[in-house]
């Protein structure tokens, strides 16, 4: 029978990890170690973040996750990509800034679920070039920091087999009042409260100048199912949750052409 540790290696173990979480800083997902220790208990936007937000989705995923493949964008330090390994899940994890990949590495590690999660530094247009698809897209927090969030969202609903988890920084409300066509002479209409719309920030928000898009809830609604999505579940605020439309092919058949020839899906590669 194996003796537990004496107190004493016991608090110089939580020392160590203690120094760690401080060498990795700042954190902006609160993780909660095995330990029992967290990397930012004080979260600066209230509560235990993004652990309330993973509560509300929770319930409307499966439990078991178990031959499952998904694809986390912009992973951060890692918290739901954690969350889906726990699950069964096989994660690709992403992200553009090696800060938050460092933290991810090392939290997976203290988590015992490296052998779970491909954590790699690359953004979303980068899948243009990449093969294969997803059970499960995990597209949460990322799309208002996109210079081209349409082009986004297209290459990640394409690559979606079951469900895709959406959530974006809106504008207030939650009206939906669109319409199928428009008159030229009739645009006072867009400026309708439900009608679908993007707020464009050219400085900051927040005092973050990677913060380009507010749509409304109608636009994001609108562009999900444009891309071929359609919404099964809203788990919270500014989420939605969807699966792919039957019709998805001719959802995507007036910008097909476009997405194909910017990204290079669909024809042959130039000659060399």
Not at 12 to 22: G, I, S, T
Not at 45 to 72: C, M, N, S, T
Not at 94 to 113: F, I, K, N, S, T
Not at 120 to 131: I, K, T
């Amino acid at each position: 029978m194996t003796s537990a540790p004496p107190p004493e290696a016991v608090e110089a173990a939580l020392d160590a990890q203690r120094r760690r979480v401080r060498e990795l800083g700042p954190w902006f997902h609160n993780l909660h170690l095995p330990s029992g220790l967290q990397t930012l208990p004080e979260h600066p936007l209230g509560g235990d973040f993004p652990r309330f937000k993973w509560l509300q989705i929770a319930p409307h995923l499966p439990e078991d996750l178990r031959g499952w493949r998904v694809l986390d964008v912009g992973c951060n330090a890692g918290f739901y990509s954690f969350e889906l390994a726990r699950r069964g899940a096989q994660v690709l994890a992403l992200d553009v800034d090696p800060h938050y990949l460092d933290q991810a590495r090392w939290a997976a590690g203290e988590m015992g679920l490296a052998g779970r999660i491909d954590f790699r530094c690359a953004q979303v247009y980068d899948l243009a070039g990449e093969p294969g698809d997803f059970d499960l897209v995990w597209f949460m927090g990322v799309f208002y920091h996109l210079r081209y969030p349409l082009l986004a969202l297209d290459l990640l609903a394409r690559r979606t087999r079951r469900l895709m988890m959406f959530q974006t920084l809106t504008l207030p409300g939650d009206a939906v009042d669109g319409a199928p066509d428009c008159g030229i002479d009739e645009r006072a209409r867009l400026c309708a409260p439900g009608w679908p719309r993007m707020a464009f920030i050219e400085e900051r928000l927040a005092g973050d100048p990677t913060n380009w898009w507010a749509p409304n809830a109608a636009a994001v609604e609108a562009m999900l199912r444009s891309s071929g999505l359609q919404i099964r579940a809203r788990p919270g605020h500014e989420m939605w949750l969807c699966t792919p439309r039957a019709d998805a092919q001719a959802a995507r058949a007036m910008w097909q052409p476009q997405h194909d020839s910017i990204v290079g899906e669909g024809r042959p590669s130039p000659a060399r």
